[in-house]
């Protein structure tokens, strides 16, 4: 899949002669003695800060075996993300050093840390609707062997198809990777369920928004880097910005400073978008492991108590409302009676309202006796997070199930399902500084290879300055929207399918080799990670 392998030899002739960046320089040591230390420091920050916290809630000290799982399940958590940085943000940095806006190490250490502030300033929407997508029945037993084998597999599917990828240098989606290493995931554990247990598999549903997401984000990269780069030819009259750069000699200050924006702002945005992916992973296995610490948020005010026991206790009313003469069953009745209902996708049935109405004053009555979220002894902890889980997810599937609520019950309804997830969607500081070092560490490492293939073999000319700032801008766009909106899209095909679109746009020829390149590794991508991720589910389901 090289591509020297299939260009012709005076194309290969013009792409040497282009003035491109210098990109051999030795890092120098201290850099390395930096770089060792803010990762020694990064990961103690994270050992020390687990331990308090689960000294914080009285949880017991887990046992040496539990630990050594936990800390396993956690380094490939963020192994991921590390590896994420050095595939995904190459795009960030790609067009700044072919253009000589900023110097290659500079540019990388740059994207580094905006990365990293992405990241720290993220919403956290993005990181559960990758969860969402799993399997209910293993988030619901996250910290059993069959949660360890679903976190373990994914993760190490993603891995092995983005270092394959980065090897051959092809730009890929590591959204595309740990999309299809999930749903792999589940289907393996709906093939492995006993014959006649009921099991969720894929939520095709959630599975089909996120399709649309990733598919429509590189067609909104070509065409609209394109369009914008036409519209600033139309408007724009500076031949300058329209020219490739010339030996080593930096643009102009003021195209250097829309370069140097774009960069900052791609990097950004990439960090809350990508960041997120790995956070809502790692928040399941330390719910598995630690769930005292972790299944609920405790950092709740204790002011909200009062308005999420009434809120709780008026979405039970609405569910009562549509439970007819179904009577309610108790609270372990309930639970199974929606975890069910979960599974087989059957939500809109009088008995599974009557469930819901039960477990919703169950969980009123419980915070109500505790006094606070915060304040739930650890043996009732993981009882009540699953009640809120199940609850959410059933109100969040409810409308797809064909059910019908008037005006007022959607509004009750919609803000009992947002104080739920505030009481579950917790992802503490340190976990966010961790995923961001991570990432911004995986950004000044292995970058040159997905930069070389972005930068010269995607258009058959050197890439001009406003084909940079064009495909930039268009990419920051398209993340920070997609963030807004709780949807994971990928960096590397937005970026790169909009440089594609600006070389079509400007007349100035697409490699083909690489385009289809491209084009295969996109379309591989979700059946290579289905694939890797089910098997590996299989053989890990042995171990654990």
Known sequence: MSDAATTSPDLALGAASRPGPRMDHRIHPGGIIAFLLVLVGGLTYAVVSLVADMNAVHQEPLAVGAFVLLGLALLIALAFEFVNGFHDTANAVATVIYTHAMPPLVAVIWSGAFNFLGVLLSSGAVAYAIVTLLPVELILQVGSGAGYAMISALLIAAIIWNLGTWALGLPNS????????????GLANQLMAPEGAATSGVDWAQALGVFKALLFSPLCGFFAAALLLLTLKFTVRRKDLYEAPEGEAPPPLWIRGLLILTCTLVSFFHGGNDGQKGMGLIMLILIGAAPTAYALNRTMADDTTPAFIQTSQNASAVFAGHAGSSPQPDAASARKR???????????????????????????????????????????????????????????????NGASFSEAETATLKTYSGL??????????????????ALGLGTMVGWKRIVVTVGEKIGRTHLTYAQGASAE?????????????????????????????????NGSGLQMSTVRNMALAWVLTLPAAITLAGILFFLLRHVF
Not at 421 to 437: M, S
Not at 478 to 504: C, D, K, N, Q, W
């Open 420 to 437: 739920l997830n505030d009481g579950t969607r917790y992802i503490p500081t340190w976990v966010k500084v961790c995923v961001a070092l």
């Open 174 to 185: 590591s959204s595309h990777a740990l999309i299809g290493s999930v749903i792999g995931v």
């Open 338 to 400: 929606v975890s069910e209902a979960l599974r087989s996708k059957d939500l809109n049935q009088p008995a599974v309202y009557g469930a819901l109405a039960a477990l919703s004053t169950d969980i009123a009555a419980n915070v109500k006796n505790y006094g606070a979220i915060k304040q739930v002894p650890a043996a009732q902890t993981s009882n009540l997070r699953n009640d809120m889980y199940l609850a959410a997810d059933a109100i969040r599937l409810l409308p797809k």
């Open 473 to 505: 801008m268009v990419a920051a766009g398209t993340i920070g929207l997609a963030e807004l909106y709780g949807l994971p899209v990928s960096t590397t095909h937005i970026l790169s399918s909009g440089v594609a679109g600006t070389m079509a746009a």
